[in-house]
């Protein structure tokens, strides 16, 4: 009996020297505190307060009567959704979409990270990065444009291409076989040298002892950024991956909606889209908030996948 009391004065007291400490430092640095409070605030009201719209998945949702006048509805509207043949279509080409980039866009900032970081010439440098940089600032609206008269068969460059190869011109916009790699480079044109910004900062940091110890056991250009550079970043790259694969089911609502059109919905309509189309076309709110919650859903599951996978392996992990 007297052991349980000795634990649980010990347990109070280990609890009150928390208290204190916790609120030392409140005093301490209230001034950092204080400074931390907007974004607080900001992440409280424009993250977390609109979670409670969730409710409207779950209801049969009427502007007129509001969130607590609808009545309940359940899980009318998730039935729905799996027995949509429609959204299985729009799950494929979102996921596929998404693992194009990720197969053939993620690389590109890291090849040109590499290639920057080897020129010697700063002024080339500097020039380089500022040209790879400036389409990141360019709205997609200005960016389709470009494309769409690049690519259109009347005015466009490939027309000149198709009739040299001696090949009938097509519209590549409005063709099924040609809409989700288009998607692709445009992103990789758009983001590509934004991107790459990050594993700069990577390679920067690396010691620059390990590059000449590997010169002083003869590696070469190739062999250093193979054995020294590509590891020293690797965290960085098991990170943004993380990161990409938790996004899985999100795709950048802008860019599709600049480029697609009825006659690549079959190959380009995405989650965003057609939420897009349904809940403020048809005004089905309850419906599409029920693709959102799913949507999220399966994200925290991939992204708390794809963490664990990573602290398995001794990578660096997000939490």
Same mark, same amino acid.
Request: charged residues 15%.
């Given at each position: 009996?007297?052991?349980?009391?000795?634990?649980?004065?010990?347990?109070?007291?280990?609890?009150?020297?928390?208290?204190?400490?916790?609120?030392?430092?409140?005093?301490?640095?209230?001034?950092?505190? #204080?400074?931390?409070?907007? =974004?607080? +605030?900001?992440?409280?009201?424009?993250?977390?307060?609109?979670?409670?719209?969730? $409710? *409207? !998945?779950?209801?049969?949702?009427?502007?007129?009567?509001?969130?607590?006048?609808?009545?309940?509805?359940?899980?009318?509207?998730?039935?729905?959704?799996?027995?949509?043949?429609?959204?299985?279509?729009?799950?494929?080409?979102?996921?596929?979409?998404?693992?194009?980039?990720?197969?053939?866009?993620?690389?590109?900032?890291?090849?040109?990270?590499?290639?920057?970081?080897?020129?010697?010439?700063?002024?080339?440098?500097?020039?380089?990065?500022?040209?790879?940089?400036?389409?990141?600032?360019?709205?997609?609206?200005?960016?389709?444009?470009?494309?769409?008269?690049? #690519?259109?068969?009347?005015? =466009?460059? +490939?027309?000149?291409?198709?009739?040299?190869?001696?090949?009938?011109?097509?519209? $590549? *916009? !409005?063709?099924?076989?040609?809409?989700?790699?288009?998607?692709?480079?445009?992103?990789?044109?758009?983001?590509?040298?934004?991107?790459?910004?990050?594993?700069?900062?990577?390679?920067?940091?690396?010691?620059?002892?390990?590059?000449?110890?590997?010169?002083?056991?003869?590696?070469?250009?190739?062999?250093?950024?193979?054995?020294?550079?590509?590891?020293?970043?690797?965290?960085?790259?098991?990170?943004?991956?993380?990161?990409?694969?938790?996004?899985?089911?999100?795709?950048?609502?802008?860019?599709?909606?600049?480029?697609?059109?009825?006659?690549?919905?079959?190959?380009?309509?995405?989650?965003?889209?057609?939420?897009?189309?349904?809940?403020?076309?048809?005004?089905?709110?309850?419906?599409?908030?029920?693709?959102?919650?799913?949507?999220?859903?399966?994200?925290?599951?991939?992204?708390?996948?794809?963490?664990?996978?990573?602290?398995?392996?001794?990578?660096?992990?997000?939490?």
């Amino acid at each position: 009996m007297e052991n349980v009391n000795v634990k649980a004065q010990q347990k109070v007291e280990r609890t009150q020297a928390k208290r204190r400490t916790w609120l030392k430092d409140l005093r301490q640095d209230y001034d950092l505190y #204080l400074l931390l409070l907007p =974004g607080l +605030l900001v992440l409280l009201l424009f993250k977390y307060t609109p979670m409670f719209g969730v $409710v *409207i !998945a779950f209801k049969d949702y009427n502007l007129f009567d509001g969130i607590w006048g609808s009545p309940w509805a359940g899980f009318k509207y998730f039935q729905e959704l799996f027995d949509s043949p429609k959204f299985y279509t729009v799950l494929g080409n979102t996921l596929l979409i998404n693992f194009y980039k990720l197969f053939f866009q993620f690389p590109l900032p890291i090849v040109l990270a590499l290639m920057i970081n080897e020129v010697r010439h700063l002024a080339f440098k500097r020039l380089t990065q500022t040209i790879t940089y400036l389409p990141h600032f360019l709205s997609w609206v200005i960016i389709s444009a470009i494309f769409i008269n690049l #690519l259109s068969p009347q005015t =466009g460059i +490939l027309r000149e291409v198709f009739a040299f190869l001696g090949l009938q011109n097509v519209l $590549v *916009i !409005a063709d099924e076989r040609f809409f989700r790699s288009l998607l692709v480079v445009s992103a990789a044109w758009k983001e590509t040298g934004w991107s790459s910004i990050i594993y700069l900062s990577a390679i920067v940091s690396i010691d620059p002892q390990q590059y000449e110890a590997a010169k002083m056991d003869g590696a070469g250009k190739l062999r250093q950024i193979w054995h020294v550079t590509l590891p020293g970043i690797r965290s960085v790259i098991v990170f943004i991956i993380m990161l990409r694969i938790g996004n899985a089911l999100s795709n950048d609502l802008e860019q599709v909606l600049m480029f697609y059109s009825p006659l690549v919905y079959n190959v380009g309509d995405v989650i965003g889209t057609y939420v897009y189309r349904v809940g403020l076309g048809e005004m089905k709110y309850s419906f599409t908030t029920a693709i959102g919650l799913f949507q999220s859903l399966i994200a925290m599951i991939l992204i708390i996948t794809a963490n664990a996978v990573s602290k398995k392996f001794g990578e660096r992990s997000l939490w």
